[in-house]
């Protein structure tokens, strides 16, 4: 069966530091995989996603990039954090363009 | 229009009793409705979804009411339990060439009281 893997769970970063956030998925080949943010428990925004190694697609300007390293790898950084940057990061996959997205159990990000 | 309207923001249902959240949309294109189901501290979860060539589909305790003329789906928890206290959202698919870009509502945090 497939799976998600999404870490850390939380972290406490101060303003201006790097951040990495790293999503992995088992038990599929070529998923769609996406980055999504959501505030305050509430509302998810994607931020971004991508249908194949080394293809990324934006969904909002922000201090925020992702990379796909590897088929079934996702990561999320930022060269220096904004206070704005804190939130609940969810990583998801999905098999089709129209197949229900699996999300991971999030990393809650806080910057101080 | 990706936008997707959802109501009420927040919920309060008697154990035993119907919760019943709506949304809207806008998009003609989209073909593919799902809700998805949260508890605190974890990612959201796949509860039941509905392609708009049916009208209702029912899952144990969930329905959802699909309405095409009116773009209005609705999702109804019949016998409400203190373990269905999560927040729900609903979402609209379709209509895209790249990427399966999910069109969330708001979300509705539903509370269940013993």
């Known amino acids: 069966s497939q799976t998600i893997h999404q870490w850390p769970a939380t972290l406490v970063q101060p303003v201006g530091s790097p951040l990495s956030l790293e999503c992995t998925v088992e038990?599929?080949?070529?998923?769609?995989l996406y980055w999504y943010r959501q505030a305050a428990g509430r509302g998810l925004q994607l931020l971004f996603y991508?249908?194949?190694?080394?293809?990324i697609s934006s969904e909002v300007p922000q201090n925020l990039s992702a990379s796909r390293p590897q088929d079934r790898q996702f990561i999320l950084s930022s060269k220096k954090l904004l206070l704005s940057d804190s939130g609940f990061y969810l990583c998801?996959?999905?098999?089709?363009?129209?197949?229900?997205?699996?999300f991971g159990n999030g990393t809650r990000l806080t910057v101080t | 229009q990706q936008q997707v309207k959802q109501s009420p923001q927040s919920l309060i249902v008697q154990k035993g009793g119907i919760s019943i959240i709506n949304c809207a949309y806008e998009?003609?294109?989209?073909?593919?409705f799902p809700w998805y189901q949260q508890f605190p501290g974890k990612g959201p979860a796949l509860l039941i979804a509905?392609?708009?060539?049916?009208s209702e589909k029912k899952e144990g305790r969930f329905t959802i009411s699909f309405n095409k003329s009116a773009k209005q789906f609705s999702l109804h928890i019949m016998d409400s339990q203190p373990g269905d206290s999560a927040t729900y959202f609903c979402?609209?698919?379709?209509?895209?060439?790249?990427?399966?870009?999910?069109?969330f509502g708001e979300g509705t945090q539903l509370t269940v009281n013993p």
């Open positions: 998801a996959w999905s098999v089709w363009l129209s197949s229900p997205l699996h």
């Open positions: 979402a609209a698919q379709g209509g895209e060439t790249s990427g399966s870009r999910l069109t």
């Open positions: 038990g599929t080949s070529n998923p769609n």
């Open positions: 998009n003609t294109a989209f073909d593919y």
């Open positions: 991508s249908v194949g190694i080394g293809q």
């Open positions: 509905i392609r708009p060539d049916v």
